[in-house]
């Protein structure tokens, strides 16, 4: 796990730009998560989606325009400063 530290000094909202991580059980079962330790909505938001348009247009998949052209990932961002400066768990797939 990576952990972000108390007192990073940046002065813009801490944003993780990422795919959602990828796990198995020992099932078998697929399951997708969170690649970071928060709740959407609650305590994290999704600040941009994938560009889905191939042009140098932009579209995320809901046919909205939260994205911008050519990006591959999904940014995850906290609410505040003081959020970014107490931390939060990064979970990678491995």
Known sequence: MIRYLKGAAHAAPFV???SLALA???AGEFMI???IACTLGE??????????DPSDEVMDFTC????????KG???ALPTLRDMAD????LAAA
């Open 74 to 76: 999904t940014d995850f």
């Open 64 to 71: 909205g325009s939260l994205s911008y052209d050519t990006h």
């Open 33 to 35: 998560d969170l690649p």
């Open 43 to 52: 305590d994290c938001y999704i600040q941009q989606f994938v560009d889905r």
């Open 16 to 18: 993780c730009a990422a």
């Open 87 to 90: 931390g939060v768990d990064v």
């Open 24 to 26: 198995s059980d020992p």
